[in-house]
């Protein structure tokens, strides 16, 4: 080639680059993210009453709120602690803090598992990020509450009431709980709360987990036995499908059961699980509500996106196989710029002022389709804050 078309063929290149948009770091966008996050956190505090926590937009596009006792409750408080945390904001810490005591009786509940998810996600974040030793008292009320509901002879915490269906349910969703288990039994060094979470993840596996690493919903056990009666879905596609959400608990599950305890079995699980879920993303790795949901009946759900996400990034500092610490990585990455593209990412003042839009709470039940829940705001902003820790 001549050196004038060579000068020719490097201006080209260096035009192109120059017009090529510059990616926004992920510095950028997470600033960005939590600059929308403080906006519509505050501005949802408005909207609530003495007792009232968000829930989600119904059909007929009005703000739906729940009582303490629902159990998405802690979620919004959590997520006003995670937005203290980035911005240190006094005004934010003073709504983390009121809303966060509105769920002071919920230590007591003895009636379903998802006082784990509800006083942890509030209370928990509450003392992790201030100290009071009043909030660490309630996380332990909270976990002795969760005890009662573990069953000797079936090796776990019964999740729901038993009715003309199940006798002692336990859901893959009940993994979560764990984690108040094992902060509490480390706070206080109660082997009893660390063994009886150790005793349901290793149960879960045994039960819950098919041969591809995919989980069922809902594994029934007899109570006398521990005998599993069936193993079916509450809220997935099928009793044999992936319901999205339910892989996504599992695989934060034990990543979370791992960080706290150093036993490989529950590395080994959930870098299963991990493997079996990424190659069926789509493209931009949001899953569908149900990773068999058929043609037609697909919605995607940022709920069960925001939680891999969150799970992924911590996966990534503890597994020991570089290549595959890249992988989860990159897919937690991918997860978390398209949660920040308007397609799900609301604008400031919308959205009844949640922060994400198009998840799934049950789609058979016909409830709460392709609309903002709070959990896949609070493992959203989760999965920044951890994201951001790595480079810290
Ligand atoms: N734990 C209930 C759900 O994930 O919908």
């Not at 909207?47 to 159990?71: E, H, M, V």
């Not at 899953?287 to 996106?305: L, Q």
């Not at 049950?362 to 896949?376: Q, R, W």
Request: charged share 20%; net charge negative.
């Amino acid at each position: 080639m001549k050196l004038r078309n060579l000068s020719i063929l490097g201006l080209a290149v260096l035009a192109s680059c120059a017009s090529a948009p510059k990616q926004e770091t992920m510095e950028e966008m997470t600033a960005r993210v939590f600059d929308v996050a403080k906006q519509q956190m505050i501005a949802m505090d408005a909207q609530l009453g003495p007792k009232q926590l968000p829930k989600t937009i119904s059909a007929d596009s009005t703000f739906q709120t729940s009582s303490r006792y629902w159990w998405c409750s802690g979620f919004y408080p959590g997520s006003l602690w995670y937005v203290y945390e980035y911005t240190n904001d006094d005004t934010v810490k003073e709504l983390a803090i009121k809303n966060t005591l509105k769920l002071d009786s919920v230590k007591f509940v003895t009636d379903n598992h998802d006082v784990g998810f509800m006083i942890n996600c509030s209370y928990g974040n509450a003392y992790r990020l201030t100290g009071n030793e009043a909030y660490k008292e309630v996380l332990n009320v909270a976990a002795h509450s969760l005890a009662t509901r573990f069953r000797e002879h079936v090796g776990c915490i019964q999740s729901w009431g038993s009715n003309k269906r199940w006798q002692c349910p336990v859901i893959i969703d009940n993994m979560m709980n764990l984690e108040l288990l094992m902060s509490v039994g480390d706070m206080f060094n109660n082997d009893t709360l660390r063994t009886i979470a150790k005793t349901h993840a290793d149960t879960t596996i045994k039960n819950h987990f098919r041969p591809d690493y995919t989980s069922f919903h809902v594994v029934d056990y007899n109570p006398e036995t521990g005998e599993v009666n069936m193993k079916c879905t509450h809220q997935g596609y099928s009793d044999e499908s992936a319901w999205a959400r339910g892989q996504a608990w599992g695989l934060y599950g034990y990543t979370m059961m791992y960080a706290f305890s150093g036993e490989e079995r529950y590395l080994a699980q959930a870098e299963n699980i991990a493997k079996a879920l990424i190659p069926r993303l789509p493209e931009d790795g949001i899953p569908f509500w149900d990773f068999d949901a058929p043609n037609g009946e697909e919605h995607r759900d940022t709920s069960a996106g925001a939680i891999m996400a969150s799970a992924l990034v911590q996966l990534s500092t503890l597994t020991k196989d570089a290549e595959a610490s890249k992988c989860y990585l990159a897919t937690a990455e991918k997860q978390m710029r398209s949660m920040a593209t308007p397609k799900y990412l609301a604008e400031p003042g919308t959205n009844c002022s949640f922060l994400l839009r198009r998840s799934v709470g049950h789609f058979k039940g016909n409830s709460e389709i392709d609309v903002p829940l709070t959990y896949a705001d609070y493992y959203y902003l989760e999965a920044l804050l951890r994201y951001r820790a790595l480079n810290k």
